[in-house]
């Protein structure tokens, strides 16, 4: 499975932006967000399962929505009311049956 994330930028304090991972055949896995920001550790940021069941990272939730289109093979993360604190690269991933896939990272930069 190749995921191929889009979306990122440079966005103000308060602003939004929405994330796109698009692969073939992802609605059986479950897939989810995660980020990695200078000298920090990669975190999970939400996740869905192939069922809709989503999970949100504490800082994100009620900002961050993560969705998916099974028809169009896409998982999305709009994120709203973004802070200097959400800057950093962002990673789409896939896992099903043990196995884990990632997309290359959508740089995401949020000023102050």
């Known amino acids: 499975v190749q995921l191929q994330a889009s979306g990122g930028g440079l966005v103000q304090a308060g602003g939004s932006l929405r994330l796109s991972c698009a692969a073939s055949?992802?609605?059986?896995?479950?897939m989810g967000w995660h980020r990695q920001a200078p000298g920090k550790q990669r975190e999970l940021v939400a996740d869905?399962?192939?069922?809709?069941?989503?999970n949100y990272e504490a800082t994100v939730k009620g900002r961050f929505t993560i969705s998916r289109d099974n028809v169009k093979s896409t998982v999305y993360l709009q994120m709203n009311s973004l802070k200097p604190e959400d800057t950093a690269v962002y990673y789409c991933?896939?896992?099903?049956?043990?196995?884990?896939?990632w997309g290359q990272g959508t740089q995401v930069t949020v000023s102050s």
């Open positions: 869905v399962t192939p069922g809709g069941g989503t």
């Open positions: 991933h896939g896992y099903r049956n043990g196995a884990n896939y």
């Open positions: 055949g992802i609605s059986v896995y479950a």
